[in-house]
């Protein structure tokens, strides 16, 4: 596969400028419906303090997959 623009110059091993690989996380916080309406995702975790959305969603998600 032939690499071409930023990919290349990120990449490029043989300039002294070429940069290291990045690791770029994405997090879904919501979603757009078809009728215009935007629905906020949850994210679960096993720590409290990194799960994300409203409090009664993550309540509903927890319950409907059995998590304590």
């Not at 690989?21 to 995702?41: C, F, S, W, Y």
């Not at 959305?53 to 059995?66: A, D, S, T, Y």
């Amino acid at each position: 596969m032939k690499q071409s623009g930023i990919s290349k110059h990120c990449l490029n091993r043989e300039s002294s400028r070429a940069l290291s690989v990045l690791n770029i996380v994405i997090k879904m916080t919501g979603v757009n419906r078809g009728d215009g309406q935007h629905v906020p995702a949850v994210k679960l975790s096993d720590d409290p303090e990194i799960q994300t959305g409203l409090p009664h969603e993550i309540r509903i998600c927890k319950q409907l997959l059995n998590i304590p």
